[in-house]
């Protein structure tokens, strides 16, 4: 059974940077897109960026500049460097990653990142 388990959000200050890190277990096959999404109570879940197996990588126009998305396929992880953080960055972070065999798209369970002083 397919099982992503994120970690490294948390509260920090505007300006500051964060880490998440989410690993993907329980399938032999290499996973295609991975990813993270965000989402604020109520509205719904946006991409934020992706990075497909060979490395190319795609951010949503308000990261750019500030975040970095990368991954280790020989772990099935992929990472998110978030620096320059602001308040309107915050929100629960979502990692995913497709299985390009059966065409499944798994998610993380989320993790908060808060950014306010």
């Known amino acids: 059974q397919v099982q992503l388990v994120e970690s490294g959000g948390g509260l920090v200050q505007p300006g500051g940077s964060l880490r998440l890190s989410c690993a993907a277990s329980g399938s032999v096959f290499g996973f295609g897109v991975m990813g993270w999404y965000r989402q604020l109570p109520g509205k719904q879940r946006d991409l934020v960026a992706s990075i497909t197996s060979g490395g190319i990588t795609n951010y949503v126009d308000s990261v750019k500049g500030r975040f970095t998305i990368s991954r280790d396929n020989a772990k099935n992880t992929v990472y998110l460097q978030m620096n320059s953080l602001k308040p309107e960055d915050t929100a629960v972070y979502y990692c995913?990653?497709?299985?390009?065999?059966?065409?499944?798209?798994?998610w993380g369970q989320g993790t908060q990142v808060t950014v306010s002083s």
């Open positions: 995913y990653a497709h299985l390009t065999l059966t065409s499944t798209q798994y």
